[in-house]
Every structure is written in structure tokens, then in C-alpha cells.
């Protein structure tokens, strides 16, 4: 009888303890296949075709596939390099503007069925499939809807052949994770031998509707990369810089791939909180630098610092990182672009080995009902699944860290639980000194994923504060980690003098040497400015004096120093703001004005003649695209007057993703002391032309000496 009331005493005790809801979800949230791709957060899209051989980001569609001839293409190396780097998934570009198909296409002769490559009769798409699967990655596949090599390109004719071309690729490959389409569109191209310009209206023509309803039709857990989504959103720059504020949620309605507006650019990357779908951002950038997405002889990886810091201004700001391999001309990824990967997965690890949260107390200002379903430490359990969760109406909570000991560290890693929403709009870490808390660094949004760096601080406490204007807060995971010290790569400038230096690091020594291919042997502990009177090639790396540890070597050529330089005339004219082309800064530029129209030009005055091998040209670096120079031509004289035939002419493919320097060397040396930059056309077509920096290079000027 005991027995039975005490029963009854607990049913009772039972029955007045209530069970707490969930939190209902926030605004859009992600699809499994969206949630799927931001826990991949890092993979490549595959570089890889005719452009390898001749050495071109944008072909003309005119290339003989005949030199498509790799002696040891492996795309087992390619996937195994990818997985051992920590990599997902990757995405082959199948094929890219010139038209090439890596697959044989059965609506074109112009793919790998027309090379000598396994007689015609190989297939780089499929055997990347089943290496993919081999090394457990997933698979992805971009297809240019710009075709430089079709005859009907422009017409409806071509529409319904690029809509074959993508029913097969979504249909005879397997399961496809990311379909990548960008907005490029009409220009000069080969278009079957018509050797033309041709223009597209870029918001109609491809039909973008159609393209995504047969990739949702055939890969219904394919996420779509674009402009637009609908999937993913491109983050508005091949940088490798995601937004601070990074929103998941954005509007898109009215909006095409390549639409080129500046404004809603700018929004790619920060979303917009109020945005009515999920659709995150994705950064893609490449491992070669200078940056190059195809292989270019001399181009070398990324160092270990920099690719760091690509990690963190990508998957520390929420977006997943896209980071471009470059097939080399065997048909493999180079060892040193191997190696520069396993680096880069070993620092990763080395940074967030040990979170120093998880033996520490937590202990939150609220957590929904009260129950352990939704405490503090749901933080810290290291499952995805589970998280923190404040009571509805609660928009600002704080979460105390009680490390019992004093602790050093130097990152902070939040996460939200995004299957019900991005939430937080701001968030503050402070660290107790002396009794008082102290403001450490703060941050917007948080979203699937958040890192900080910040500079070591020693405390045994925190206190993080978030705030949202959602109903209420969650948190999935909770990272405090102590990063150890990574050299920074050596920074070297060369004034307009020809004064090569280093900036000085505390600790840090750095090696030079000078030329194209030094030795060990040849390099110098550098311990002052260096003269380079006709610039050049040189080789650095730093080391920490205490460890030892080296950073990668750093290639950097300089043009001629400019002391002697005076710009002749712009558009036929004098005008004192045109030495802003050769001020040696690159923050200041010229601007030609649109009244004077195409073609534009600056003439420079080197003071001397010289024997010159190429320029290079700098746009400007204000983040306006207006004025940036596409098509372009170079002439060289000795008396500047007679100009005779370009040294160089053609068109500074993708400059409007990618502004950066552009160095072009000539087909052969020439005399000269005057050299004439012309800009064809710009990017934007707005009349304009910008010079930030212009440079020469002289034969020879790799084998000057200290």
C-alpha cells in the first residue's frame, strides 16, 4: 500500500513538471541538402582542360584539341590529394567559356573525344566520379552557359543545346552535391570560325529558370551555385573574403546570375537579415597566386599564412570555402600544390586541437523551461544536434566560461543552430581582470559558423553576450581554443628609388636572395635596404628566431624603379593627375574620362632605353569596377613618336572578379624608353579607364645582384 502512494506521489510530481517546446523555427531555414553543404565547408572546383596547354584563363573557343594530351592524367591522385587536404567534395569544370567538354558530349565534337587522349575514347567527368567515390568525396559539376566555340551562341539554337549538354551531365555522373553556373555571357570568341563579338541579353537568354528546374528534376539534393542561388549564393568576390555580417537570408527576386549590379554585389556578401530565403554565400578563390584558376607556368601556391587567413574570412565568417585546384599540364596536382594543401589541413588542426571550453563551467543568464535539454553545456557536447536555448522573449543572455584556473587563449568559435534559423545579431566576449570584465572582441552575425582571432589574453573567466531581435537565442557550440603562433610571410616593398626592404617583425628574421632560381646557398639574412636599380626577382622567406619555424618562400618581381619616369601625355594631353599611374601607390590612380571615350591612353617617358620583355597594369583598387581596362594593347618606342605594331594586345580575362596586378610579357624583347599603355575597352563599358599602377620588366632583370 506504501508502495502504491508513493507511485501516485511521484505520477503527480510528474505531471506538474511541464515539457518545454523547441523553439519554433526563425524566418527561412536551410533544406538537408543546404544543411548538407555548409558541415562540408571546404572543397574545389576542378580547373582543368585546354586552357592548361595554352596557358589562358578565358580561351576564344579556337584552340586545336588535339593538344589535350595529358601523359598521366589521374584523377585518383585528385581525389586522394583532396581528401588527405580535408576537402568534401569536388566540382569539375566540365566545361569552361571555350566551349571543351571533359566529358564526350554527344552533341559536340569539340571534347575530349576528339583528343589523342585514350584515342577519344577517355572520360575525365566519369573517371572523376568514381574517384570521388573511391575517396569518399561527393561530386559537383560546373557548366559554362557561355560557349566561345559554338556557332549558334547568341541564338535560340544554342539554348537548347546548352540545356542537352546540362540533362547529361545531371543524369549519367551519379549524384551531383553542387551544380556551379556563373553569369558569364556574350563577347568576341571563335563561335564555330565566325571570329565575332556577340552580345546576350544576360537577364533572358539562358533561360535561368529552365537550367535550375532541370538540375532540381534530375539532382533533387543538388545545391545550385550562382548569383542567385537558388541554393547558394556567390559571396561578390573571388578573393577569398567572406562579409563580417554574413546573413543567410536574402532576397533575390528580380535578380540574375552576372547582373553586375554594384549595390546587390555588395549584398551577396552580407545577406540581408530580413532576406525571405536561405541562401548562404559561398567563397571561391584559388590556391595559385598570382591568382589564376587554371595553371600558368611560375605561379605558385598560396603560403600557409595566407591560406589561414582564408580560412578564417571564409569558414570563420560562416561561409564555406571553394578553393580552385589547377591541374598541371601531366594531368595531376602538383607536388608543391600538394603539399602547400597538407600544410594548410595541419595548421587548421594544430589551431583547433584542444577546446579549452569543454573542461570549463558554463553556466547561462537563462535556458528554455529550465531543463537540461537546453542548458549551457549542450554547448560544449560536441554534437551538432544539440544546443543552448534561452525561453521566448528572452533577446539578450549571457554565458559565463569558468576555466577554476587561469588559461591562455586566443579563439573563439560559436555556432548556431541553424535548422530553426539565423538568430544573432551581435555578440561580445569579454575576459575578467582584476574582478572586472574587459571588453576581448565582438562580432554580428554567427550563423552556421563564427571565428575569431583575436591576441593572446590570460584570464579564468568569460563572459559571452548575444542578442537577437528573434523570439529567441540558440547556440549549438561553443569553441575557446590557443592557437599556436604562426609566422607571417615576409613583406617586402620597393620603393620608387629601387630600394628593396622588409617591414620588421620582433623576433622574426627574414632570408632574401635575388634571381630566378637561387639556391640555399644564395640566400641572406637581410639586414638592411637592398638596391635593385632595374628591379626584379626575389625569393624570401621569414623564420622564427625562437622555434625555428619557416614560412613558405615568397616570390615577388619588381618593375623598373619609376625616380626617372614622367607620364608624356594621357588621351593626347598633359595632366598632372596622371602620375597617380606611377606613384608607386596603389590605393591612388588616373581616371580617363568617359567624354574622351575608347580608346584611351597614357604614354610614360622611362628616361632611358632599356630592353624591354612586359608591362604590367594595376586597376583601381576602391572596390569601383567603372574604368577597369579589358581589352587592351602596348607599344614600345625609341623616340616616341614612331609606335610601329603592338607588343602586346589582347584582354585582361576575368579583371572585373579579379583586379590585381597583370603582368604581360612581350613575344620578344624590344628597345625602348617610351612605352604607350591603350585601353580598348573597359569592363563595365562606361567609356572610362583606370591606371592605379603601371610597370615595365627588362630582360635580364632577374639576374641583378645585391
Known amino acids: 500500500m506504501k508502495i502504491n502512494h508513493l ?30 553543404w555548409h558541415e562540408m565547408e571546404y572543397f574545389s572546383l576542378v580547373c582543368y582542360g585546354l586552357n592548361t596547354y595554352t596557358e589562358e584563363e578565358w580561351a576564344y573557343g579556337d584552340v586545336d584539341p588535339q593538344l589535350f594530351n595529358p601523359s598521366d592524367l589521374d584523377t585518383d591522385q585528385w581525389a586522394r590529394v583532396a581528401s588527405e587536404a580535408g576537402m568534401k567534395g569536388l566540382i569539375l569544370v566540365a566545361k569552361h567559356h571555350d566551349g571543351f567538354c571533359l566529358w564526350p558530349s554527344k552533341y559536340t565534337d569539340y571534347s575530349v573525344k576528339a583528343t589523342p587522349w585514350k584515342d577519344g575514347k577517355g572520360d575525365v567527368l566519369d573517371d572523376l566520379s568514381k574517384s570521388c567515390k573511391k575517396y569518399g568525396l561527393k561530386l559537383g559539376v560546373y557548366l559554362s552557359p ?18 542537352r549538354q546540362l540533362e547529361e551531365l545531371m543524369t549519367e555522373y551519379g549524384e551531383i552535391f553542387e551544380f556551379w553556373i556563373d553569369g558569364a555571357n556574350g563577347g568576341t570568341g571563335y563561335y564555330g570560325g565566325a571570329n565575332e563579338l556577340r552580345n546576350i541579353d544576360r537577364r533572358t537568354y539562358y533561360g535561368y529558370d529552365s537550367i535550375f528546374s532541370i538540375v532540381q528534376k534530375h539532382q533533387p539534393n543538388a545545391v545550385i551555385f550562382s548569383d542567385v542561388g537558388p541554393g547558394v549564393r556567390w559571396v561578390g568576390n573571388e578573393a577569398g573574403i567572406g562579409s563580417e555580417t554574413n546573413w543567410n537570408t536574402i532576397s533575390t527576386a528580380g535578380k540574375f546570375p552576372g547582373e553586375g549590379n554594384q549595390e546587390y554585389t555588395k549584398k551577396l556578401g552580407t545577406g540581408d537579415p530580413d532576406g525571405n530565403e536561405w541562401i548562404p554565400a559561398e567563397v571561391n578563390t584559388t590556391l595559385l597566386w598570382p591568382k589564376a584558376w587554371y595553371f600558368h607556368t611560375g605561379h605558385q ?27 598541371a599540364p601531366t594531368g595531376q596536382i602538383r607536388d608543391v600544390d600538394a603539399q602547400a594543401l597538407l600544410k594548410f589541413r595541419e595548421q587548421v588542426k594544430r589551431e583547433f586541437a584542444v577546446n579549452l571550453a569543454k573542461n570549463a563551467t558554463l553556466t547561462a543568464s537563462d535556458y528554455r523551461g529550465g531543463q537540461t535539454e537546453f542548458a549551457a553545456d549542450r554547448c560544449v557536447d560536441e554534437s551538432t544536434e544539440s544546443y543552448w536555448a534561452t525561453n521566448d522573449s528572452i533577446q539578450q543572455a549571457t554565458l559565463t566560461i569558468d576555466f577554476g584556473q587561469e588559461t591562455t587563449l586566443n579563439r573563439l568559435l560559436l555556432q548556431e543552430y541553424i535548422r530553426l534559423g539565423q538568430r544573432v545579431h551581435t555578440f561580445t566576449l569579454e575576459y575578467e581582470d582584476d574582478g572586472k570584465y574587459k571588453p576581448l572582441t565582438q562580432g554580428t552575425t554567427i550563423g552556421y559558423k563564427r571565428i575569431l582571432r583575436f591576441d593572446d589574453v590570460t584570464t579564468s573567466r568569460l563572459r559571452l553576450t548575444l542578442e537577437t531581435e528573434a523570439p529567441c537565442l540558440t547556440l549549438s557550440n561553443l569553441g575557446i581554443y590557443c592557437a599556436p603562433r604562426l609566422v607571417a610571410d615576409p613583406v617586402a616593398r620597393f620603393d620608387i628609388l629601387g630600394n628593396l626592404s622588409f617591414e620588421a617583425v620582433e623576433g622574426i628574421s627574414v632570408f632574401y636572395a635575388l ?108 572596390g569601383e569596377k567603372a574604368g577597369i581596362i579589358y581589352e587592351y594593347a602596348c607599344y614600345v618606342s625609341t623616340d616616341g613618336k ?34 604607350k599603355l591603350v585601353s580598348r575597352s573597359d569592363v563595365r563599358q562606361t567609356g572610362l579607364a583606370s591606371f592605379a599602377e603601371v610597370e615595365v620588366f627588362v630582360i ?7
Not at 146 to 163: K, M, S
Not at 700 to 706: E, R, Y
Request: net charge negative; charged share 25%; aromatic share 10%.
Open 7 to 36: 507511485l501516485i506521489v511521484l505520477l503527480l510530481l510528474s505531471a506538474c513538471v511541464q515539457q518545454v517546446d523547441p523553439p519554433k523555427p526563425y524566418g527561412p531555414v536551410p533544406t538537408e541538402g543546404q544543411l548538407q
Open 700 to 706: 635580364g632583370n632577374k639576374l641583378q645582384t645585391k
Open 515 to 622: 634571381g630566378e632560381e637561387p639556391q640555399s646557398t644564395d640566400f641572406q639574412k637581410y639586414e638592411g635596404p637592398v638596391k635593385l636599380p632595374l628591379g626584379g626577382e626575389v625569393h624570401a622567406y621569414a623564420q622564427d628566431e625562437a622555434t625555428g619555424f619557416k614560412t613558405d618562400l615568397m616570390i615577388t618581381e619588381f618593375g623598373v624603379p619609376k625616380a626617372q619616369w614622367n607620364v608624356v601625355s594621357v588621351d593626347g594631353r598633359k595632366e598632372a593627375s596622371s602620375e597617380k599611374a606611377i606613384d608607386n601607390d596603389p590605393k591612388t590612380f588616373w581616371l580617363a574620362e568617359s567624354k574622351h571615350a575608347h580608346p584611351h591612353e597614357i604614354v610614360l617617358d622611362l628616361g632611358t632605353n632599356l630592353t624591354l620583355d612586359g608591362f604590367s597594369y594595376l586597376p583601381r583598387q576602391d
Open 146 to 163: 557561355w560557349d566561345r566555340n559554338h556557332a549558334e551562341y547568341g541564338r535560340p539554337e544554342y539554348v537548347h543545346y546548352f540545356y
Open 301 to 327: 601556391p598560396r603560403s600557409l599564412a595566407n591560406l589561414m587567413d582564408l580560412y578564417y574570412t571564409s569558414i570563420g565568417r560562416g561561409s564555406s570555402l571553394d578553393l580552385g585546384l589547377a591541374i
Open 642 to 675: 614612331s609606335w610601329g605594331e603592338p607588343q602586346a594586345i589582347g584582354t585582361f580575362s576575368n579583371i572585373e572578379n579579379n583586379p590585381i596586378r597583370r603582368r604581360i610579357k612581350f613575344t620578344h624583347t624590344v628597345e625602348g624608353r617610351f612605352v
